[in-house]
């Protein structure tokens, strides 16, 4: 029985890509400390830092859960995605509804450790949770969607350590919203053609590749922007613009890779830069801090 619980754990865990939480999960990290130090004049506790990542935890796992699980008659019929958790069988659809719950009341939990504003901003959150898996059947703007969902981490966490919402926490909210957009209008680029016949909606079905690689490099520019008004904003030092510039030069590395009509190093542009880009702006927030 124990070894059956281990094995569904394992699979559950591949099925929402849990180790992909460090996409997510070091803006998370920027929003609490730069939050708590700009608001404050001080570092969060590590409790805050603890509850902020369970709360980041749970939030992605419910997503991810939801995603697979509204989606799964869709990811039945395309090729790339026949061999997920729940069309292959390895989990039923009950499994995954427990699992969700689950997940949100971890969610719940962390934001009542947190404070009021973050209780009360919680349904917000989950209702894009929610919305965002059901886009891709009406509009392209599904990717902007998913990157408010995301940017609800930095700006959730920036919340939990300060207890209120001002214009610099919105500046990091849509940086990451922007980012998001664009590494996710990449990674739809292979399912260009299974969308088109389905009758799904995305940024390449609707705008052909070429111009959705342009659309998702000017949402890259605005992340750009974004953390350098940051920069000014917060009033951070060097070092913090230093993140900055190695972040651009990684986004340019990114679109590098993928070209309108070679998509081959898409799995490496989206994975690896994207999680190396998060870990570098998170390493250079924090050095810029501890050195001010």
Known sequence: MLIMII???????????FEHTLFALPFAFMGAVLGSIVVEGEWPTWLEIFWVTVAMVGARTAAMSLNRLIDRYIDAKNPRTATRAIPAGLLSVTEVVVYIIISFAILFLAASQLNMLAVKLLP????????????KR?????HFVLGIAIGFGPLGAWVGTTGQIDATALVLFVSAALWTAGFDIIYACQDTDFDKKEGLYSVP?????ARALLIARLCHVGTVIGLFTLYTMASLSIWFLVGVLISAIILIYEHSLVKPTDLSKLNFAFFNMNGILSVVMMTFTLLDLVIK
């Open 124 to 135: 917000v959150a989950v209702l894009v949770l929610i919305i965002y898996s059901y886009t």
């Open 205 to 209: 079905s609707r705008f052909g590749i």
């Open 138 to 142: 009406f509009t392209w703007l599904c």
């Open 7 to 17: 094995q569904k754990v394992k699979i559950f865990l591949e099925m929402i890509k």
